[in-house]
């Protein structure tokens, strides 16, 4: 039954820099439908995973399925074509473009109907209509945050890898944002959530896994993570 | 003022040629991620090529123009695949290493122009082609049919170019890699195939430049590679590397430079004053005039 509706399946993933081992052994799976939350602190390989998952490093050992098939190694154009996207760490768009640009770099694969998406990701935040001709590095964190969510939509994922969405946003901020994920998971769109505020994070995910140093050391769903004692010590400042 | 006005007109032309140039040098190091600094020596060796057409046909122009062009696509094309290999090797971008590639294939480039082409003498095209006679004469201005052609087929390629990079899906691509290669990569752009579009580009560029730079000095040797080369790189640099639009500017004024010091100081020191200033700038501003774009 489970199997049936897995949508990544995340296998002894290995990956390593150099002499550095970045994941050693890596067990994830999302399944379709689910806002699935990696809790960890600085250098626990989080960034890493999402970014083996959609194809930018090559893992040393391990296995990644996507919809059933193994793309272990396919490169990130290939994987973004087939519904993969992310939203990376420090937003990453490119200050020197206008917003119209970013969003249409997110279609760069399928220019088609390119205008109808653009008026659905201006629908989602309208202020970005406001400032589709302005360029990327005016906007404020929390515009540019929104302006790479639209982007990963521009590319009609079915699974979205969201990296530390919450890095130096103000609070009032975050909760915006963490919205904007749970509106999207209701949409249907199946989220992968990397983020240092675990307690934020769990509140609106299905299930959680915690990383230290490259290993799923703890694992199960928002509930019973938020009540783990270790969770609550390490992570959740209680 | 005469004087002056004709040599402006003079370097307007041969600083489109320079522009041309500098926009295929900078467009490979921006989205192909390669410093190719003999670039200019492989647009020569496509004017020897059409040079040579145009002999084997009896100077039909068409084929020697169609020939010019095409030759430089290919060659740019076929160099592609070293620079790319080098390239995925070394596991990421290593400009350095392009480097050398550029300078051997420079070499190469010369050695076959010495050697393979005309018994190494200096090459001189067609006078129909050249079209040294004048089409209009005011005064001392005697501007020639070839400036003008140059100038203007200079202007249109250029525009063209730059609406292909703001108006089209590659040319956001080639922005979106020139401005960061890693973000660029994870919003999905292919970067290897980008990049061989890059190629394709400046192979078109520079086989437009060939051809014009027929038309402009009617004439060829194996040494002229290498010297537009270094003002290539140098014109390039003082703009700031990879600033486009700095290089439009520095360009046109190099070429601009030059021909008024052709106009006013007796004696072929042109090469000389213009990169003495040239390094003068570079000594005020060594990040380039426009600042770099990398």
Known sequence: MEQSNTLLDVKKLEVSYGHVDALKGVDVTVNQGEIVVLIGANGAGKTTLLDTILGINTPRSGSIQYNGTDITGRSADINVREGLTIVPEGRGVFTSMTVTDNLLLGAHHNMHESSDKIERVYQWFPILKERSDQMAGTLSGGERQMLAIGRALMSAPRIILVDEPSIGLAPIIVNNIIEILVNLNKEGYTILLSEQNAYKALKIAHRGYVLETGQVVLSGTAEELLEDPAVKDAYLGA | ?294
């Open chain 2, 1 to 294: 003022m005469e004087v002056f006005i004709a040599q402006v007109i003079n370097g307007l032309s041969l600083g489109s040629v320079y522009v041309l140039l500098v926009t295929g040098f900078n467009l490979l190091l921006l989205v192909a991620l390669i410093i190719h600094f003999s670039y200019p020596q492989v647009v020569v060796l496509s004017m020897y090529i059409s040079w040579t057409v145009m002999n084997l046909t009896g100077n039909n122009i068409i084929l020697g123009i169609l020939a010019g062009i095409l030759s430089s696509i290919i060659l740019n094309m076929a160099m592609a695949p070293i620079f790319q290999r080098v390239m995925r090797n070394r596991g990421q971008v290593d400009i350095n290493s392009t480097l050398v590639i550029s300078m051997a294939i420079g070499m190469i480039v010369t050695d076959i122009l010495s050697h393979g082409f005309n018994r190494g003498f200096p090459i001189s095209f067609s006078e129909t082609l050249a079209g040294n006679q004048s089409s209009l004469t005011i005064g001392l201005i005697n501007i020639s049919q070839g400036q003008v052609y140059t100038l203007v087929v200079g202007i249109i390629g250029v525009s063209a170019f730059f609406w292909l990079l703001y108006k089209t899906r590659s040319g956001r691509a080639f922005r979106a890699i020139a401005e960061d290669p890693s973000g660029a990569k994870q919003v999905g752009i292919p970067l290897l195939r980008t990049g061989l579009a890059s190629y394709a580009l400046t192979g078109l560029l520079g086989g437009v430049t060939a051809v014009l730079l027929a038309v402009l000095l009617g004439s060829a040797s194996p040494g002229l590679g290498e010297q537009v080369a270094h003002k290539v790189l140098a014109v390039s640099i003082i703009a700031g590397l990879g600033n486009l639009a700095g290089g439009l500017v520095v360009g046109l004024g190099l070429g601009i430079m030059e021909a008024l010091i052709q106009g006013y100081v007796a004696g072929s020191w042109s090469n000389a004053i213009a990169f003495i200033i040239l390094l003068v700038v570079m000594l005020i501003k060594p990040r380039g005039v426009f600042g770099m774009k990398l």
